[in-house]
């Protein structure tokens, strides 16, 4: 069982009432926040997808789909989502929304062999979000303007948390400090990925690691990521490989870094042939979403995934994803985080 335990942790919001009105206002204050810095309009979404329909995202390419068969459709197979990285960019191609503009949606997902701790569920929520933009705009430094609206609207949503729980103070930077994986690499060389996070991240609080899946000057990725849906192998105008990155906050109640977010802009088919061949997964290109993708059928993007109740996690002090969300944990959890104050719900 991996979980940590904090020295000296004390529950900010410690009953159960108190703690779901914060998350209900957290939740509230952020989308709305979010909504306004990118434009985006919230849509419904779907929990499940076809299988052969080429839309569920594959994250690191080795994750089980929680799967079934439709009855009276054929006995199709289908996949709960793992997230919706390919479906909103479809649902904005049908919706034909324009550049400058997206959607957000309330992503439920379920991912069953996740190694649970304080930070990992099998249940995953989160606003999926994508935006249509430009040709011009499929750069580094668009990239980073979209990254510091979204940690604007984190901040914005501290300083209310603020007002409404004076004990919950702010800990969050003026700015996001800016990194390339490679650039990590040669600062902390002797160091795991996860290790590098962690020392970038406690030293500026709020950092965006930028490249993300296509190997460094080591002959490994700083972390894995699926070949069709971030870019994350086109130069940049900064010399580097990966328009894509991870947002990292550092959580104090913890004393270690969390991944708030993974986004990116999107493969235009030059990318995304590229990046298939890289991996030798050319086979995926005769799916839908992919075929419609290499006909222009669909725009170019940017998005990515923000959890809910990593952010909740994170803002209300707490220090267990169990705190803010239902799930299921190992009875050995369940009775060691309680006997430290920590109710798992």
Known sequence: MSLLIPATYINPIPDREGTERAIRQVKDMFQNNLSAQLALLRVTAPLAVLHDSGLNDDLNGTEQAVAFQVRHVDQKRAEVVHSLAKWKRWRLATMQIQPGRGIYTDMNALRPEEEL???????????DWEQVIRPEERTVSFLKKTVKRIYESIKV?????Y????QIQPTLPDEIHFIHAEELLQRYPTLTPKERERAITEEHRAVFIIGIGAPLSNGQPHDSRASDYDDWSTPNEAGYCGLNGDLLLWDTVLGQAV????MGIRVDPTALRHQ???????????LPFHKALLDGKLPLTVGGGIGQSRLCMFLLRKAHIG???CSIWPDEMVEVCKKHGIELA
């Open 117 to 127: 701790d304080n930070l990992h569920s099998i249940y995953v929520d989160q606003w």
């Open 323 to 325: 705190e803010v969300q």
């Open 259 to 262: 991944e708030i977010s993974s």
């Open 276 to 286: 298939t061949a890289l991996r030798g997964e050319e086979q995926k290109l005769s």
């Open 163 to 166: 007002t409404e729980f004076p």
């Open 157 to 161: 949503t501290e300083n209310k948390l």
